[in-house]
Every structure is written in C-alpha cells, then in structure tokens.
C-alpha cells in the first residue's frame, strides 16, 4: 500500500512564505513524476507545478517565478517552496505521485490527503 503524507501548510500573510513537503512510502518501485495541485473554495483542483525524476519541471503561469519544485529521490520526498504568497494561492495543496509499485506494474497516481494553504492580504 502507498501512502502521500503532506506537511507544512498553514496561515501566512501575502508577501511571505512557506514550505511544503511530501513523502511517499509503502511499496513503490519506481515513482516516475510527483506534482502539487491546489484546489480553491468552489473551483476545480489545477495543476501547480510537477517535477519529473530526471528533475524536468513545469508550472502554471499564475505560480511561475514564484514557487520552486525539488526532489529527493532517495527520500521519495517532493518540496515546494513558495515565495511572495498572494490570497489567490489560497486553497487545499494536494501532493501527487504517478509511481509503479513493481517492475512490470502500470504506472498509477497516488494521491495525499491535502494540507490548507491560507494567505492572509
């Protein structure tokens, strides 16, 4: 069984920052692109930033220049930093993983459970 436990959201006022973390365990083989997305009050959940394990990354256009993506392969930790935080980033972050748990499984999406992220203007 594969589990994504987040950590690090919280209340921040616009302009400052936080850290959120990742961590997926249980029986992976091979975990191939792990990603953030956020879903606001009343919107659908959008796509963040992803990060592929040969660290090619992607972000929306709203979060570019502002958040930064990074792995640990080892750890099979995901990170995203986020910097100069508007009310708009308001939302519940949910960590994804799109991994094999062996050699000739399919690749699936694993997600986590959310952490809220609330900035204050």
């Known amino acids: 069984q594969v589990q994504l436990v987040e950590s690090g959201g919280g209340l921040v006022q616009a302009g400052g920052s936080l850290r959120l973390s990742c961590a997926a365990s249980?029986?992976?083989?091979?975990?191939?692109?792990m990603g953030w997305y956020r879903q606001a009050p009343g919107k659908q959940r959008e796509l963040v930033t992803v990060?592929?394990?040969?660290?090619?990354?992607n972000y929306a256009d709203s979060v570019k220049g502002r958040f930064t993506i990074s792995r640990d392969n080892a750890k099979n930790t995901v990170y995203l930093q986020m910097s100069s935080l508007k009310p708009e980033d308001t939302g519940v972050y949910y960590c994804?993983?799109?991994?094999?748990?062996?050699?000739?499984?399919?690749?699936?999406?694993?997600w986590g459970q959310g952490t809220q992220v609330t900035v204050s203007s």
């Open positions: 249980g029986y992976i083989f091979r975990i191939n692109v």
């Open positions: 990060i592929t394990n040969g660290n090619i990354t």
């Open positions: 994804n993983a799109r991994l094999a748990v062996a050699a000739k499984s399919l690749l699936n999406d694993y």
